[in-house]
Protein backbone atom coordinates (compact mmCIF):
# COMPACT_ATOMS: atom_id res chain seq x y z
CA UNK A 1 0.00 0.00 0.00
CA UNK A 2 1.06 3.37 -0.69
CA UNK A 3 0.36 5.69 2.01
CA UNK A 4 1.24 9.73 1.55
CA UNK A 5 0.87 12.19 4.55
CA UNK A 6 1.27 16.20 3.69
CA UNK A 7 3.27 17.75 6.57
CA UNK A 8 2.97 21.15 7.54
CA UNK A 9 -0.57 23.55 7.56
CA UNK A 10 -1.94 25.87 5.04
CA UNK A 11 0.35 29.13 4.09
CA UNK A 12 3.03 27.52 5.76
CA UNK A 13 6.01 25.42 5.05
CA UNK A 14 4.96 21.59 3.61
CA UNK A 15 6.35 18.07 2.70
CA UNK A 16 5.56 14.89 1.61
CA UNK A 17 5.93 11.50 3.90
CA UNK A 18 5.64 8.34 1.42
CA UNK A 19 5.47 5.25 3.35
CA UNK A 20 5.21 2.15 0.69
CA UNK A 21 4.89 -1.36 2.30
CA UNK A 22 4.36 -4.64 1.14
CA UNK A 23 4.17 -7.70 2.78
CA UNK A 24 7.43 -8.51 2.75
CA UNK A 25 9.33 -4.59 3.50
CA UNK A 26 8.90 -1.05 3.37
CA UNK A 27 10.25 1.98 2.20
CA UNK A 28 9.91 5.69 3.06
CA UNK A 29 10.69 8.70 1.28
CA UNK A 30 10.51 12.36 2.26
CA UNK A 31 9.57 15.04 -0.70
CA UNK A 32 11.17 18.34 0.58
CA UNK A 33 11.73 19.46 4.31
CA UNK A 34 10.53 22.67 4.80
CA UNK A 35 10.47 24.20 8.42
CA UNK A 36 8.52 22.34 11.36
CA UNK A 37 7.68 19.36 8.61
CA UNK A 38 10.36 16.81 10.43
CA UNK A 39 9.33 17.98 13.71
CA UNK A 40 6.15 16.72 13.54
CA UNK A 41 7.00 12.80 13.13
CA UNK A 42 7.87 10.39 15.52
CA UNK A 43 11.50 10.22 15.54
CA UNK A 44 11.31 6.46 14.43
CA UNK A 45 9.48 7.25 11.07
CA UNK A 46 12.81 9.86 10.78
CA UNK A 47 15.23 7.08 11.55
CA UNK A 48 13.51 4.89 8.89
CA UNK A 49 13.32 7.54 5.94
CA UNK A 50 16.53 6.55 3.72
CA UNK A 51 15.75 8.90 0.52
CA UNK A 52 14.86 12.49 0.95
CA UNK A 53 13.89 14.13 -2.24
CA UNK A 54 13.96 17.82 -2.88
CA UNK A 55 12.36 19.71 -5.34
CA UNK A 56 14.13 22.78 -5.23
CA UNK A 57 16.76 24.36 -2.70
CA UNK A 58 14.79 27.75 -1.67
CA UNK A 59 14.60 27.92 2.52
CA UNK A 60 10.98 27.12 2.28
CA UNK A 61 11.51 23.75 0.98
CA UNK A 62 14.84 22.81 2.90
CA UNK A 63 14.91 24.62 6.29
CA UNK A 64 13.53 21.28 8.18
CA UNK A 65 16.73 19.75 7.47
CA UNK A 66 18.32 20.44 10.52
CA UNK A 67 15.70 18.30 12.61
CA UNK A 68 15.90 15.83 9.93
CA UNK A 69 19.36 15.60 9.92
CA UNK A 70 19.73 15.40 13.56
CA UNK A 71 17.92 12.06 14.28
CA UNK A 72 19.98 10.75 11.11
CA UNK A 73 23.18 12.44 10.45
CA UNK A 74 25.06 8.76 12.01
CA UNK A 75 22.57 6.51 10.68
CA UNK A 76 24.51 3.22 9.70
CA UNK A 77 24.51 2.41 5.43
CA UNK A 78 23.86 4.70 2.99
CA UNK A 79 21.61 7.83 2.90
CA UNK A 80 20.40 9.52 0.06
CA UNK A 81 19.37 13.05 -1.11
CA UNK A 82 18.20 13.44 -4.22
CA UNK A 83 17.98 17.29 -5.36
CA UNK A 84 18.68 19.76 -8.82
CA UNK A 85 22.19 20.75 -10.07
CA UNK A 86 23.93 22.46 -7.09
CA UNK A 87 22.70 20.13 -4.48
CA UNK A 88 26.23 18.43 -2.92
CA UNK A 89 27.83 22.22 -2.79
CA UNK A 90 24.67 23.75 -0.54
CA UNK A 91 24.34 20.94 1.70
CA UNK A 92 27.68 20.37 2.76
CA UNK A 93 27.58 23.81 3.72
CA UNK A 94 24.34 22.05 5.94
CA UNK A 95 26.56 19.03 6.89
CA UNK A 96 29.14 21.37 8.20
CA UNK A 97 27.56 23.59 10.25
CA UNK A 98 27.90 21.88 13.23
CA UNK A 99 30.95 21.01 15.74
CA UNK A 100 31.82 17.15 14.98
CA UNK A 101 34.37 16.34 18.08
CA UNK A 102 33.69 13.15 17.93
CA UNK A 103 33.66 12.39 14.17
CA UNK A 104 36.31 9.86 13.91
CA UNK A 105 33.83 8.04 15.51
CA UNK A 106 30.73 8.35 13.23
CA UNK A 107 29.69 5.88 10.90
CA UNK A 108 27.14 7.07 8.53
CA UNK A 109 27.18 7.98 4.73
CA UNK A 110 25.52 10.25 2.89
CA UNK A 111 25.14 10.12 -1.30
CA UNK A 112 24.26 13.35 -2.55
CA UNK A 113 22.70 13.33 -6.09
CA UNK A 114 22.53 16.26 -8.40
CA UNK A 115 19.84 15.48 -10.93
CA UNK A 116 20.42 17.21 -14.18
CA UNK A 117 18.18 17.12 -17.28
CA UNK A 118 20.39 15.04 -19.02
CA UNK A 119 22.38 13.25 -15.86
CA UNK A 120 23.05 12.18 -12.83
CA UNK A 121 25.69 12.86 -10.38
CA UNK A 122 26.83 11.36 -6.75
CA UNK A 123 28.74 13.24 -4.57
CA UNK A 124 29.41 11.12 -1.58
CA UNK A 125 30.27 12.16 2.39
CA UNK A 126 31.47 10.77 5.39
CA UNK A 127 30.40 11.25 8.79
CA UNK A 128 33.84 9.89 10.12
CA UNK A 129 35.44 12.30 8.23
CA UNK A 130 33.16 15.60 9.47
CA UNK A 131 31.66 15.52 6.18
CA UNK A 132 34.90 18.04 5.55
CA UNK A 133 35.19 15.61 1.96
CA UNK A 134 33.34 15.46 -1.36
CA UNK A 135 33.95 12.31 -3.31
CA UNK A 136 32.70 12.68 -6.24
CA UNK A 137 31.65 9.14 -7.51
CA UNK A 138 30.73 9.74 -11.44
CA UNK A 139 27.13 9.97 -12.91
CA UNK A 140 24.88 8.43 -14.54
CA UNK A 141 22.81 9.12 -17.69
CA UNK A 142 19.67 10.89 -16.35
CA UNK A 143 16.46 8.48 -17.86
CA UNK A 144 14.19 10.08 -15.45
CA UNK A 145 13.89 7.14 -13.40
CA UNK A 146 15.48 8.06 -10.00
CA UNK A 147 15.34 4.95 -7.54
CA UNK A 148 13.45 1.83 -7.66
CA UNK A 149 12.84 -0.54 -4.64
CA UNK A 150 10.70 -3.88 -4.28
CA UNK A 151 8.15 -1.20 -2.57
CA UNK A 152 8.08 1.60 -5.18
CA UNK A 153 9.75 3.66 -7.98
CA UNK A 154 10.59 7.09 -7.79
CA UNK A 155 10.53 9.59 -11.43
CA UNK A 156 11.63 13.04 -11.79
CA UNK A 157 10.86 15.77 -13.86
CA UNK A 158 12.93 18.91 -14.17
CA UNK A 159 10.73 22.15 -13.95
CA UNK A 160 11.51 25.71 -14.19
CA UNK A 161 11.50 27.87 -11.32
CA UNK A 162 14.13 30.65 -11.89
CA UNK A 163 15.92 27.71 -11.89
CA UNK A 164 15.99 23.81 -11.61
CA UNK A 165 12.77 22.61 -9.73
CA UNK A 166 12.20 18.69 -9.59
CA UNK A 167 8.74 16.89 -9.69
CA UNK A 168 7.95 13.65 -8.45
CA UNK A 169 6.12 10.75 -9.37
CA UNK A 170 5.74 7.53 -7.28
CA UNK A 171 4.50 4.31 -8.31
CA UNK A 172 4.18 1.05 -6.86
CA UNK A 173 4.55 -2.28 -8.99
CA UNK A 174 2.06 -4.22 -10.20
CA UNK A 175 -0.14 -6.20 -7.72
CA UNK A 176 -0.75 -9.70 -7.92
CA UNK A 177 -3.72 -11.12 -6.36
CA UNK A 178 -5.50 -14.33 -5.99
CA UNK A 179 -8.99 -14.39 -6.78
CA UNK A 180 -10.64 -15.87 -3.60
CA UNK A 181 -13.97 -16.96 -5.38
CA UNK A 182 -12.40 -19.15 -8.19
CA UNK A 183 -10.04 -20.58 -5.67
CA UNK A 184 -13.45 -21.31 -4.08
CA UNK A 185 -14.76 -22.88 -7.11
CA UNK A 186 -11.96 -25.16 -8.18
CA UNK A 187 -12.71 -26.40 -4.47
CA UNK A 188 -9.11 -25.48 -3.23
CA UNK A 189 -8.03 -23.72 -0.10
CA UNK A 190 -4.93 -21.69 0.42
CA UNK A 191 -1.30 -22.82 2.08
CA UNK A 192 2.45 -22.02 0.21
CA UNK A 193 1.32 -23.77 -2.76
CA UNK A 194 -0.15 -20.40 -4.00
CA UNK A 195 3.20 -18.28 -2.88
CA UNK A 196 4.69 -20.67 -5.17
CA UNK A 197 1.99 -20.50 -8.13
CA UNK A 198 2.73 -16.29 -7.35
CA UNK A 199 6.36 -16.84 -7.77
CA UNK A 200 6.01 -18.27 -11.67
CA UNK A 201 6.20 -21.90 -10.54
CA UNK A 202 6.05 -23.73 -13.74
CA UNK A 203 4.91 -27.54 -14.15
CA UNK A 204 2.75 -29.52 -12.30
CA UNK A 205 1.90 -27.70 -8.67
CA UNK A 206 1.05 -30.01 -5.37
CA UNK A 207 -1.88 -28.27 -4.59
CA UNK A 208 -4.68 -29.55 -1.52
CA UNK A 209 -6.62 -30.99 -4.50
CA UNK A 210 -3.70 -32.90 -5.70
CA UNK A 211 -0.91 -31.90 -8.48
CA UNK A 212 -2.53 -29.28 -11.42
CA UNK A 213 -0.90 -27.47 -13.85
CA UNK A 214 0.55 -23.82 -12.60
CA UNK A 215 0.00 -22.20 -16.21
CA UNK A 216 -3.83 -23.19 -15.64
CA UNK A 217 -3.62 -22.15 -12.36
CA UNK A 218 -2.15 -18.87 -12.86
CA UNK A 219 -4.37 -18.15 -16.10
CA UNK A 220 -7.44 -18.78 -13.89
CA UNK A 221 -6.52 -17.66 -10.31
CA UNK A 222 -4.24 -14.42 -10.84
CA UNK A 223 -5.45 -10.94 -10.55
CA UNK A 224 -3.28 -8.32 -11.92
CA UNK A 225 -3.61 -4.73 -10.82
CA UNK A 226 -1.78 -1.55 -11.01
CA UNK A 227 -0.01 -0.43 -7.95
CA UNK A 228 -1.07 3.19 -6.95
CA UNK A 229 0.46 5.83 -7.45
CA UNK A 230 0.89 9.65 -6.84
CA UNK A 231 2.86 12.47 -7.98
CA UNK A 232 4.26 16.13 -6.18
CA UNK A 233 4.66 19.36 -8.10
CA UNK A 234 5.74 22.55 -6.53
CA UNK A 235 6.98 26.21 -7.24
CA UNK A 236 7.21 26.00 -10.96
CA UNK A 237 6.16 27.96 -14.10
CA UNK A 238 3.11 26.26 -15.55
CA UNK A 239 3.71 27.87 -19.14
CA UNK A 240 2.53 25.75 -22.48
CA UNK A 241 5.96 24.25 -22.51
CA UNK A 242 5.29 22.62 -18.62
CA UNK A 243 1.91 21.44 -19.60
CA UNK A 244 3.17 19.98 -23.03
CA UNK A 245 5.90 18.00 -20.40
CA UNK A 246 3.71 17.32 -17.72
CA UNK A 247 0.54 15.60 -19.19
CA UNK A 248 1.74 12.93 -21.08
CA UNK A 249 4.10 12.59 -17.74
CA UNK A 250 0.68 12.95 -15.08
CA UNK A 251 -1.30 10.36 -17.26
CA UNK A 252 -3.28 7.39 -15.30
CA UNK A 253 -1.75 9.25 -11.68
CA UNK A 254 -3.85 8.24 -9.19
CA UNK A 255 -3.56 11.35 -6.69
CA UNK A 256 -1.39 14.89 -7.80
CA UNK A 257 -0.20 16.89 -4.86
CA UNK A 258 0.25 20.02 -6.16
CA UNK A 259 0.95 23.96 -5.31
CA UNK A 260 -1.12 26.49 -5.70
CA UNK A 261 0.07 29.85 -4.65
CA UNK A 262 -2.25 32.10 -6.20
CA UNK A 263 -5.95 32.93 -6.92
CA UNK A 264 -5.91 33.58 -10.63
CA UNK A 265 -6.29 37.75 -9.94
CA UNK A 266 -2.66 37.61 -9.28
CA UNK A 267 -1.47 35.54 -12.77
CA UNK A 268 0.77 38.02 -13.57
CA UNK A 269 2.33 37.79 -9.83
CA UNK A 270 2.85 33.92 -10.46
CA UNK A 271 4.19 34.15 -13.40
CA UNK A 272 6.96 36.51 -12.13
CA UNK A 273 8.07 34.16 -9.44
CA UNK A 274 7.51 31.02 -11.76
CA UNK A 275 4.69 30.12 -9.81
CA UNK A 276 1.13 28.58 -10.67
CA UNK A 277 -2.15 30.15 -9.98
CA UNK A 278 -4.97 27.45 -8.63
CA UNK A 279 -7.13 27.38 -11.63
CA UNK A 280 -3.82 26.44 -13.96
CA UNK A 281 -3.37 23.44 -11.46
CA UNK A 282 -6.72 22.38 -11.90
CA UNK A 283 -6.89 23.04 -15.70
CA UNK A 284 -3.60 20.61 -15.83
CA UNK A 285 -4.88 18.14 -13.35
CA UNK A 286 -8.10 17.64 -15.78
CA UNK A 287 -5.97 17.68 -19.17
CA UNK A 288 -3.64 15.09 -17.50
CA UNK A 289 -6.57 12.68 -16.56
CA UNK A 290 -5.37 12.05 -12.88
CA UNK A 291 -7.83 11.05 -10.59
CA UNK A 292 -7.61 13.53 -7.41
CA UNK A 293 -6.15 16.78 -6.91
CA UNK A 294 -4.45 17.71 -3.61
CA UNK A 295 -3.94 21.49 -3.12
CA UNK A 296 -0.65 22.60 -1.38
CA UNK A 297 1.39 25.44 -0.70
CA UNK A 298 -0.72 28.43 -0.60
CA UNK A 299 0.75 31.95 -0.51
CA UNK A 300 1.06 33.74 2.65
CA UNK A 301 -0.63 36.56 0.82
CA UNK A 302 -4.33 35.46 1.54
CA UNK A 303 -5.53 35.53 5.01
CA UNK A 304 -7.11 31.99 6.22
CA UNK A 305 -10.80 33.09 5.46
CA UNK A 306 -9.85 33.30 1.48
CA UNK A 307 -8.63 29.76 1.46
CA UNK A 308 -11.83 28.35 0.17
CA UNK A 309 -11.89 30.36 -2.23
CA UNK A 310 -9.21 27.94 -3.67
CA UNK A 311 -11.34 25.28 -3.72
CA UNK A 312 -13.96 27.05 -5.47
CA UNK A 313 -11.92 28.06 -8.40
CA UNK A 314 -10.11 24.55 -8.58
CA UNK A 315 -13.49 22.69 -8.61
CA UNK A 316 -14.78 24.50 -11.99
CA UNK A 317 -12.27 22.95 -13.65
CA UNK A 318 -11.29 19.61 -11.91
CA UNK A 319 -14.40 18.46 -9.10
CA UNK A 320 -12.50 16.12 -7.37
CA UNK A 321 -9.98 18.44 -5.94
CA UNK A 322 -9.31 18.76 -1.83
CA UNK A 323 -7.24 20.01 0.45
CA UNK A 324 -5.02 16.86 2.40
CA UNK A 325 -7.05 15.73 4.89
CA UNK A 326 -4.26 16.19 7.00
CA UNK A 327 -5.51 20.17 6.59
CA UNK A 328 -9.00 19.09 8.28
Excluded at 111 to 136: D, G, K, N, Q, S
Amino acid sequence: MLHISVLGRPAADNALLVTAESGQGRTRLLLDCGAGTADTLPLGVVQDIRHLCLSHLHMDHISGFDAFFRATFDRPGENHIWGPPGSARILQHRFQGFWWNHAPELRGTWLVHEVWPERVETVRFEAHEAFAVPHPMGHAPQTGLLLTTPELSVWALTLSHHGASLGFRLQEPERVNIDASRLRALGLTGGPWLAALKASATGMLDTPAGPRDADELRATLLRREPGQSAAYLTDFLLDDEAVTQLTPWLAGVDTLYAEAQYLPEDAALAARHHHTTVDQVAQLAAGSGVGRLRLLHLSRRYPADRWPEFLEVARQQFAPTAFPDEWA
